[in-house]
């Protein structure tokens, strides 16, 4: 299985409740390294932007408003399987559903602020890292 990358993103909510550090502890207590990390404050295109497929989703306005409503951490991540093992870690997109122990089990309020983001597969995965980290801002940090 080869080194993969995922984009996670630490959305508004889990910065509002001061939980940066412990979610990034768990992240890193499950063996991702991350490439890189900031703290940005997306405007509502850029969110409607990041979230384009959903785009005519019943969601999409509540979703592309909570994510503009204040800043949110991007980080790219890397580890062997790092997609689907970060979708793992994260557990399912509805809290009430996700298992025992993930970010979002302990976290999470609901469906729509769910805490955190993670790509749904390698492709999307490289598209939503260049949406926010120019290959500057990608250099191999543990080499
Ligand atoms: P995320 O992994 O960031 O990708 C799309 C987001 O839409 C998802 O997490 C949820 O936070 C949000 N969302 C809100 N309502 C729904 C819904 N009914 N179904 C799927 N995603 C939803």
Redesign the pocket.
Known sequence: MAVERTLA?L?PDCVRKDLIGAVVKQIQENEFKIVSLKMVRLSKEGAEGF?EV?RG???FE??TVFMSSGACVPMVLEKENAVSDFRKLIGA?DPAEAEHGTVRKLYADS????IV??S?SPENAGIEIAYFFPISELVQMHK
């Open positions: 993103i959305k979230y959903h989703r019943p969601f509540d979703l997109t469906k729509g602020e769910n983001h993670g749904d």
